[in-house]
């Protein structure tokens, strides 16, 4: 707390897009510390700090998204035509914008769970405000630290606890030298703080960009499902209601809408959106077409998510309800998909099947057909990939399954009559920790 009043009011200087109705209020620079439970919740309302920007630069090197040679050539960013390549050097010494934005959050969680100690007194813990702003935090810290980690460390499986992991910063104390966690340590601190946070919401909040109870169940499904966890994944998931009932339609949405999806609509349990980039809005950026091509005829996604122009396939499925800023957020289309897997996993193929049912029957024209010829752990990840595209979920899902043989893709580009290459497990598969925090904090770099 030794800094704090300091460290509050150069942040709070810094968010000029934060409401300033309380701001401009308070002239004397001492006194725009919040002192409040109202303007702590403020702070965390700020839709240009938290809930935005999130790191999804990997969505650039998957499978899911194709570029001619002149889409290529004509982006402007090396950082996006470096991701899409897989290329060692993908910053070029450039300031690193997705994990400038990840640590920001977490800087401003640590500002919040550090400022609210000092209520207590006067809030007191016990009460409901107080719980949902401390839930909240942990919330965000958690999102961005795992997120972070799907980019620069490598996947969790438990075989490597003691591999690298990220510099993990727990309070809101400035120019503090960190080194890196260990891998274990990281997914620790990302399940603790889901956990917390779990406990802690309201189950039901005013807007689906502030998280609830159920956002974080839906996160811990997420994060476990990603370490291979698939009983506590299936746990989580399970306890997230209503999402058999919570489920879009898409026979009554209008494919000639520009965008067909409503934007907060009830599938959504948390809206979050990743940093935009060029390459993956649907301005240049063209859809695999091998992913377009696994669309059935009567699988209303195809038209719903996707659209055809003289550029090729691009991608309209945004539950943004716009073309720009990308869905990154939580759906129960997501969580049903996640329980399913695992049922599938744990040898319940026809409660996974079921479960796969109920959202297949809100996505297809007629009753889908679930063939008992398929094996249902190839059908769930195949419908996955189909209802998550372009939701920085690919990513993710490429290097967990890598993991597995039966799964394990070689992705390849051709490019300038060059051709580029990404194995399965590849070290390309982890970004390298931006150069100048490498000098700073003597951070071991990942290899690539």
Not at 22 to 45: N, R, S
Not at 72 to 80: A, C, H, I, V
Not at 175 to 180: D, N
Not at 392 to 411: C, E, F, G, Q
Request: aromatic share 10%; with cysteine.
């Amino acid at each position: 707390m030794k800094n704090l009043i300091y460290i509050l009011s150069v942040a709070l200087i810094a968010l000029t897009a934060c409401n300033r109705d309380w701001l401009d209020q308070k002239p004397d620079l001492a006194l725009t510390v919040p002192t409040t439970i109202e303007e702590y919740q403020l702070l965390l309302d700020n839709r240009t700090v938290f809930g935005v920007n999130l790191p999804g630069l990997g969505e650039l090197g998957t499978d899911d998204i194709y570029m001619t040679d002149a889409i290529w050539n004509s982006l402007g960013s090396p950082l996006e035509r470096n991701s899409y390549i897989w290329a060692k050097d993908v910053f070029q010494g450039a300031q690193v914008g997705i994990w400038n934005s990840g640590y920001k959050q977490i800087f401003q969680a640590n500002i919040v769970l550090d400022g609210i100690e000092g209520l207590a007194g006067k809030a007191g813990p016990e009460t409901a405000a107080y719980e949902s702003l401390k839930g909240q935090a942990l919330f965000y810290r958690a999102v961005c630290y795992w997120m972070l980690a799907d980019h620069f460390c490598r996947p969790y499986d438990g075989s490597e606890p003691n591999g690298l992991g990220l510099p993990l910063n727990l309070d809101s104390q400035p120019a503090k030298v960190l080194g890196r966690s260990t891998l274990k340590q990281t997914y620790d601190q990302i399940i603790s703080d889901l956990t917390q946070a779990e406990s802690l919401l309201p189950e039901s909040v005013p807007t689906p960009t502030r998280p609830s109870a159920t956002a974080g169940r839906a996160m811990l499904a997420r994060v476990y499902l990603a370490m291979d966890d698939y009983g506590k994944a299936l746990f989580w998931a399970s306890k997230v209601k209503g999402s058999r009932e919570s489920l879009l339609d898409y026979s009554s949405l209008d494919p000639t809408l520009s965008n067909p999806i409503p934007t907060f609509n009830r599938e959504v349990i948390w809206h979050a959106e990743t940093s935009q980039y060029t390459a993956h809005t649907n301005l240049v950026g063209l859809v695999d077409t091998l992913l377009f091509d696994s669309y059935s005829q009567d699988d209303l996604r195809k038209s719903i998510l996707y659209s055809q122009s003289a550029k090729g396939i691009q991608f309209r499925g945004n539950y943004r309800g716009t073309r720009f800023f990308p869905f990154c957020g939580l759906t129960h289309a997501e969580v049903l998909l996640i329980m399913a897997e695992c049922q599938v996993r744990s040898g319940r193929s026809g409660e996974g099947m079921e479960t796969l049912g109920v959202l297949l029957k809100n996505r297809y024209q007629g009753d889908p057909e679930l063939a008992l010829a398929q094996d249902p752990l190839d059908r769930v990840l195949q419908e996955r990939r189909k209802e998550l595209a372009f939701r920085s979920i690919r990513w993710s899902d490429l290097r967990r399954l890598n993991r597995d043989p039966r799964y394990a893709k070689v992705i390849t580009r051709e490019l300038n009559g060059s051709r580029y290459r990404l194995e399965p497990n590849s070290g390309l598969y982890v970004y390298p920790i931006p150069e100048n925090e490498v000098q700073y904090n003597k951070l071991e770099q990942n290899p690539r």
